[in-house]
C-alpha cells in the first residue's frame, strides 16, 4: 500500500525567516510569544504585557550581541536552525529560562526525562529536559535505534519488539542503565517507530491525552495534576506515525477518506489515535491521542479518586448483577468508559461477554480468567462497509452472549441496532455522549428514531460530567436514574452542591426494571435491599483493605454467588 507522506512542509528556510522578520521588523518591541505565533502563519497579535522583548529574545539567541539587523538575524538563524520550527523550539526554551515564567510549580523525573510545569495565566507550561544521568542512556539507544532500523525495513511493532528487548539486555549501556526495564523499552521503542517526540507523554503517568493542530506546531497536553499544558515540543513527525499507522493497520486514508482512528499499543500504553487531513483538516494534519494504560481502574480505585461513593457504585453494581440494560453518557473525556469498565471487572467468570468497539477500550476480561470475545469493528469515519458496529451487533442474537459492551454509540444505526439486541432479551452496556440524562433520550427518539417503547428498554442511566478547575480536570458521577414507561426518569442518586459528592436519593428497592427481566425471579423489596446491603459491606471493606483490579475481581465472584443465593433464597 502506498504511503502518505507529501503532508511535510518543504521550506526555503533563508526565504522564510527573510520575509517574517522584515514584516515583524515594526513591531520589535512586541511580544515574543506574538513573533512564533507570526512565525506560525497565525494573525492573532498578543498585546505588550511587559514580558521579554523581542530585541532581548533575539539577543539571546544570537549570544547577547547588539546592535543586530534584519540579515544577520536571517544569517544566523539558516545557519543554526535550518527550518522555522527548529527556532520555535529554541524560543520557547529562551522565553521559559529568561522571561514572565517565574520558578516551576512543579518538577518531577520520568526516565529518561526531567519534566518541569510552569504557572501561566490559563494554560501551564509543560517543559521536558533530557536528564543529565540519562545522557549516556540516550546516545545509546539512539544508536540501538538505527542499528534495527538499517535491519528491518518494513516491520510491524510484534516483528522488531523481540529485536528492543534483545537489545536493551545485551547492550553494555541499556542494561547497565539503573530504570524500571518498561520504562527504558517504551524510551527503545518510540526511537526505534520514529516517535520519539511523543517518547515523554508515554512515560509520563500524568498525562492522559495529547493533541497538535499541525504539523510543526506544539503538542498540548491533557495533564492528571494540571489540567492543559502547552508543551515545548512541536509535532514533526507526521510521515512517521502514518507510516506506523498504515503498517499496523491497512484502512483507506487519503483526500476521499482524511479521517482515520485506531488503537496501537506501545509496550503497555494503548494509543487511540485520530488522525485528520485535507481537505478536511484546513491545517493540513490534526492528531489527538488518547492514552490509556492497560492498568485498569476498579471501582474501588474510582472510589478512592473521589469520583464515585461506595453507596452510588454498589447501586451500579447491583443492577449490572441484575442484568440491566445500562448507558453511561456525559461529555468527551468524562470518564464514561472508565466507570464502565470499573463495573464488568466485577463480571462473574461464567459469563460470556462480547465486546464490539471501532477503538478497542473494554478490559481484556481473559487476564481476570472470564470469558470474553472482542470484535474490532471499523470505524465510522470509513463509511460503508461489511465489519460495522451494527451488523456485529445483530449477529450476536446467535453468539449467545450473556452481556454485549457496545463501548460508544455514535450513530442511528448503532442506536436502532443496540435497542433490538436489548429487546431480544440481551442484557446490553454501552456509553454515549450527551449533555444530560433527558438529552439522551431526545437523542435517541427524535434524532435517531428509535421507537419510544424500546427507549424503554434501556433500563439504567448515568451521567457524568467534567469540570474544568484550577487543578486540572474533575471527573464525577453527576445522577443515576431509571428510565420509565413513559421515558420520565427516576432518579436513584444526584449530586449534592452543598456536600460535593453524590447520593442515593431513594431506596433502591424502588428499582423496577427486574419486573420484565428474562433472568430474574419476581423479588420483594426486602431481598433487593439485602443484596445491595452485601455489595456495599463488600465494597467498604475493598476500600478500606485498598485491593487491587485481580482481588477486586476475584472477590467480586464470591459475592455474585451471595446475589445468586438471595435471589432464590
Known sequence: MELIVDFEYKYDARKHYKETLTKIAPFFQQDPVWLILRFHDRTVKIPPSGFLRIKELLNN?????????????????????????????????????????????????????????????????????????????????????????????????????????????????????????????????????????????????????????????????????????????????????????????RLPFDETMPSLKMNFQIVDVMLRVTLDIAPLATDRVVVDIRKASTQFLSLVDLIQLGGITSEVAAFLLMCYFLRANMAFVGPPYSGKTTLLNAITLATPPHWRVIAIEDAMEAIPLALFQKHQVRFLVEPVETGESTRNK????????????????????????????????????????????????????????????VPRDAIAEMDILTLLRLFDTAKGFKRKVWEVAEIQPDLSVKYFAQYDDREKTIKLVRPVSEIQFYKRSPFLPRLQPAQIERIYKNILEWLNKCVQDKVDGATFSQQAAEIYLQVIRDLTG
Open 390 to 449: 451494527s451488523a456485529e451487533i445483530t449477529k450476536c442474537l446467535h453468539r449467545t452472549p450473556d452481556v454485549i459492551y457496545l463501548g460508544e454509540i455514535q450513530t442511528a444505526e448503532h442506536s436502532r441496532a443496540m435497542f433490538h439486541a436489548a429487546a431480544a432479551g440481551l442484557q446490553v452496556v454501552c456509553t454515549s455522549h450527551a449533555r444530560d440524562l433527558q438529552s439522551m433520550i431526545l437523542r435517541w427518539e427524535h434524532h435517531h428514531k
Open 61 to 249: 539567541l544570537l549570544g547577547k550581541k547588539t546592535n543586530i539587523s534584519v540579515a544577520q538575524i536571517v544569517d544566523h538563524l539558516v545557519e543554526n536552525y535550518p527550518t522555522p520550527f527548529a527556532f520555535y523550539a529554541a524560543a520557547n526554551a529562551v522565553i521559559i529560562e529568561n522571561t514572565f515564567l517565574s520558578a516551576a510549580v512543579a518538577s518531577y523525573e520520568c526516565f529518561p526525562f526531567i519534566v518541569n510545569i510552569y504557572d501561566n495565566v490559563f494554560e501551564k507550561i509543560y517543559e521536558v529536559k533530557i536528564a543529565d544521568s540519562a545522557q549516556s542512556f540516550v546516545s545509546a539507544a539512539g544508536v540501538v535505534a538505527d542499528t534495527i532500523l538499517r535491519e528491518n525495513r518494513a516491520y510491524s511493532y510484534d516483528d522488531i519488539r523481540s529485536e528492543i528487548l534483545r537489545y536493551l539486555e545485551t547492550n553494555d549501556v541499556l542494561s547497565a542503565t539503573d530504570a524500571p526495564p518498561i520504562v527504558k523499552e517504551k524510551y527503545l521503542t518510540a526511537r526505534v517507530l520514529g516517535l520519539d517526540e511523543i517518547a515523554p507523554f508515554l512515560i509520563d503517568p500524568y498525562i492522559t491525552e495529547f493533541f497538535a493542530d499541525g504539523i510543526h506546531q506544539f503538542y498540548y497536553v491533557d495533564h492528571r495534576r494540571f489540567g492543559r499544558c502547552r508543551t515545548t515540543i512541536t509535532f514533526d513527525s507526521f510521515a512517521n506515525l502514518l507510516t506506523r499507522m498504515k503498517i499496523e493497520y
